[in-house]
């Protein structure tokens, strides 16, 4: 293996290891010796490719936004509806929050970090403006009611977010998680969705959908 081959190559690990402690022990409390151990790579490695935890956290954290960011391309290349994506796309979120170490230590690196210690890539910031964005499509297309304003419809599903990311934090399992979410859209959705949009989008449990 080339010299620059190996150096990506214990970068990768590197930024896996992170993830994986950040996740399990939070950004406060996992150390540098903790990542470097769980990589298998000395501490003079590590500090070659990242100074400090914060620029650790930040390659964690790009990580992250890259799944999000690969994700909504994905589910934007389908034929679906807008508002099918965010559905999609929360429930997504639920099972990454249980099964993805970059989504999970995303969210503590959001909480933890300090005012003097900014966040570089901040969780809710990303989810909820992505979110959003796509909402502003699905208001283009006629996917959303005319009474209903968008700040009321970006309200709903950022307390959505939020409720998936308690549950999870809780302890709840992913199928629980599921049926608790499956629940709420079916609450949600009638509330803000025109006659068409709610015809667009695939839900278990909603009225009128398979």
């Not at 290349?77 to 559905?87: A, D, H, K, N, T």
């Not at 499956?182 to 009128?208: K, Q």
Request: aromatic content about 6%; overall charge negative; glycine content about 8%.
């Amino acid at each position: 293996m080339a010299k620059q081959e190996r150096s990506e190559h214990t970068q990768g690990k590197l930024i896996v290891a992170a993830a994986e402690q950040f996740a399990l022990r939070g950004f406060l409390k996992a150390t540098l010796g903790d990542v470097s151990r769980e990589a298998g790579v000395t501490k003079g490695a590590l500090f070659f490719h990242f100074a400090t935890k914060d620029d650790l956290a930040a390659a964690v954290q790009r990580r992250g936004r890259d799944i999000l960011e690969t994700m909504i391309a994905d589910m934007s290349g389908s034929e679906e509806s807008c508002l099918q994506i965010v559905v999609d796309a929360l429930h997504a979120l639920s099972r990454m929050l249980r099964s993805d170490p970059f989504v999970r230590a995303g969210v503590r690196i959001a909480r933890e970090r300090t005012a003097e210690s900014p966040v570089p890539v901040d969780f809710y910031a990303l989810w909820l403006g992505t979110l959003g964005e796509v909402l502003e499509r699905a208001r283009k297309n006629g996917e959303l009611a005319a009474d209903v304003a968008d700040a009321s419809a970006r309200a709903l599903v950022t307390t959505v977010v939020c409720g998936v990311e308690t549950l999870a934090w809780m302890g709840v399992s992913e199928d629980e998680g599921d049926k608790w979410l499956g629940c709420l859209l079916e609450l949600v959705l009638p509330s803000i969705a025109s006659a068409d949009g709610l015809r667009r989008v695939r839900i278990p449990g909603l009225r009128g959908t398979p």
